[in-house]
């Protein structure tokens, strides 16, 4: 083999092992929380979940009550996700949100 196709062998596979650690496929899951009712709560939330690893996106729909989240999923799962929520005084699903997290909320999210 000449050097020259060696070397471009070589270009090749450093070309393909970037490609292998190339952004990891996402999971999206999508949380309803009833307790969402303002723009503050929508901070609340992103602040909240953002501080999770592996978290990509959060998009809040303040309407439908709806909280999108985008992650990897070796490093996080829904069922963490709904646990910080829960925490940060918020509905998740099916999981009830921390009474006292609730409490200290802003009063505008106080939503009931
Ligand atoms: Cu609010």
């Known amino acids: 083999m000449s050097k020259r196709l060696l070397s471009l062998a070589i ?3 450093i070309v393909q092992s970037f490609n292998c650690v190339k952004q990891p496929q996402l999971e999206t899951v999508i949380i309803h929380s009833a307790g969402i009712g303002c723009a503050h709560c929508e901070d609340n939330i992103k602040k909240a979940i953002y501080a999770l690893e592996g978290v990509k996106e959060v998009n809040v729909d303040l309407e439908k009550k709806n909280i999108e ?15 910080t929520l829960t925490r940060a005084g918020y509905d998740a699903n099916d999981k ?8 200290n ?8």
């Open 11 to 13: 270009l090749l596979l």
């Open 69 to 83: 989240v985008k992650f990897v999923p070796a490093q996080t799962n829904l069922q963490t996700i709904e646990i």
């Open 96 to 103: 009830k949100r921390d009474p006292d997290a609730y409490e």
């Open 105 to 112: 909320l802003d009063e505008c999210c106080k939503h009931g």
